[in-house]
């Protein structure tokens, strides 16, 4: 009998690739579902951003494998971005790898650094991809407590008692998701020193920086960043480029070559109308994302009305493409998201897929017009 690898015991199918199936069934037999789980943009991208691939689409070489690497014009842009946005300095020693988004990033920065056995530190609530990650090569996942009475932010103290003689690996992010914590440099800093002092590897995935956030901060406006961490970036939430596949990893150029040494073995260049994409779109400026918020503001305040509806609690304070509602007392948020779906063909996503301290949570996205929105909220109207 031919049967699947033994890695693949302990990897359940990502979540929502599972419940989008029932989404889509109960949408072929005629309901009207309205998915308020994904954060996938259902905004544009910028016209410039389009024309740009559908212009790259006409030159030499157009249709022919791209550099691993990609093209310089990318690279370049990217440095330009951290530099305008971050204040990150021109002449930095860090580098830039472009990666069919930032997703597989995770998992190539994981092949290349992690040995079966080594542990890997990793938020609760997260991520759930960093867990997954772990598990396929074999790497041991140890968990660091994020509780609302701290605001979702690590207790130091509680990390420096943990046995971290097999941790190789931090994985942080914020603004967090799915919390919707902002963070701020000062704890950016402590994670850097706290990384130096241990020989730690910090990555550092940092997708959700401009959605209704105006204080953008990189890992590398840190003292020291340099030496221990990787940067996660996408184009996906901050351009509504999700489909293009579009990310970076940023560090110093030996980490990088490490990741690359993993990624050439495994995709043959992004397609060169993407890239020039890419290129436009990392250089818009100001309206670009004012509006982008203008937009998002506009949704969020309709989720709140929602959650009061439900009679959730949330901190308005938050920041990213979600919003993130603990439910009332003695709520069971899975039995809860199979009611709205099957009943008011509503679909939200429970806090416990991001981990136990998600327990008592529900997760909606920003990614929903206002009018199906107001939708929702009527449906939900006694």
């Known amino acids: 009998m031919i049967t699947p690898a033994n890695r693949l015991q302990s990897v359940q199918e990502y979540y929502f690739s599972r419940k989008l199936k029932e989404v889509q069934a109960l949408m072929a037999q005629g309901h009207p579902v309205i998915n308020m789980g994904i954060g996938s943009p259902d905004l544009p991208p910028h016209p410039a951003v389009q024309q740009a691939l559908v212009d790259a689409l006409s030159l030499p070489k157009a249709h022919e494998y791209q550099s691993y690497q990609g093209i310089p014009e990318l690279r370049a842009g990217m440095r330009q971005f951290y530099t305008t946005q971050f204040g990150i300095a021109p002449d930095s020693p860090i580098d830039f790898l472009p990666l069919m988004g930032s997703k597989e990033g995770i998992l190539h920065i ?8 080594d542990q890997v530190l990793l938020p609760n609530p997260g991520y759930p991809t960093y867990a997954s990650v772990a598990e396929l090569v074999q790497a041991e996942a140890l968990y660091y407590d994020l509780q609302p009475e701290q605001e979702w932010l690590p207790d130091f103290a509680a990390l420096e008692a943990l046995d971290l003689s097999r941790v190789k690996m931090i994985f942080i992010g914020y603004p967090h998701m799915p919390t919707g914590a902002p963070g701020n440099l000062a704890l950016l800093q402590q994670w850097v020193d706290f990384a ?18 105006h204080s953008q901060i990189s890992i590398f406006n840190c003292e020291g960043a340099e030496e221990v961490a990787i940067e996660l970036n996408s184009l996906s939430k901050t351009f509504n ?12 150029p030996a980490f990088l070559e490490a990741v690359l040494k993993v990624k050439s073995n495994m995709d043959s260049g992004m397609f060169l109308g993407i890239q020039k994409g890419a290129v436009t779109a990392l250089s818009l400026g100001a309206e670009w994302f004012e509006a982008q918020h203008e937009i998002y503001a506009r949704r969020r305040e309709l989720i709140w009305q929602l959650a009061d509806l439900l009679g959730c609690t949330y901190d308005k304070k938050g920041v990213g493409l979600f919003v993130w509602a603990k439910l009332p007392q003695k709520s069971n948020a899975e039995t809860l998201i199979d009611e709205w779906l099957y009943n008011y063909h509503v679909f939200i996503t429970p806090g416990l897929i991001f981990g136990s301290n998600g327990k008592g949570y529900i997760r909606f996205s920003l990614c929903v017009t206002e009018e199906k929105i107001e939708e929702v909220i009527q449906r939900f109207t006694p």
């Open 241 to 252: 480029m999700a489909g293009w596949r579009v990310g970076m990893a940023v560090g110093k």
């Open 110 to 117: 994981a092949m290349a650094f992690l040995n079966p056995g």
């Open 196 to 213: 130096r002092k241990h020989e730690l590897l910090l990555i550092n995935d940092n997708p959700y920086s401009f959605v209704l956030h």
